[in-house]
C-alpha cells in the first residue's frame, strides 16, 4: 500500500510540525493543497490547541496531523 492510499492524501508529503513558528494556517494550507498538514501542539495551552481544531476543522475536511 503507499503511503498516500494508507493516509488518505494526493501527495507523498508530510508538512513538519513546527512549534513555536507556525499556526493552523500552514496546516490548513499542506492538507488542502494534498500533503499531511501538521499542528505543533505540545506548546499550546489547552484554551489556543482548542481554537487551531476548531480552525482547521472550518477550512479543511482532508487529514491532518497532530504533533505533541
Do not use: R, W
Not at 506548546?43 to 487551531?52: A, C, F, N, V
Not at 481544531?53 to 505533541?68: A, M, Q, R, W
Amino acid at each position: 500500500m503507499k503511503l498516500e492510499d494508507h493516509l488518505q492524501i494526493k501527495l507523498p508529503i508530510i508538512q513538519a510540525p513546527m512549534a513555536g513558528v507556525q499556526n493552523s494556517a500552514l496546516t490548513i494550507a499542506v492538507s488542502n493543497a494534498g500533503g499531511l498538514g501538521s499542528l505543533a501542539c505540545a506548546m499550546l495551552s489547552m484554551e489556543k490547541l482548542e481554537q487551531e481544531l476548531e480552525t482547521i476543522k472550518g477550512h479543511t475536511d482532508k487529514p491532518y496531523n497532530l504533533n505533541f
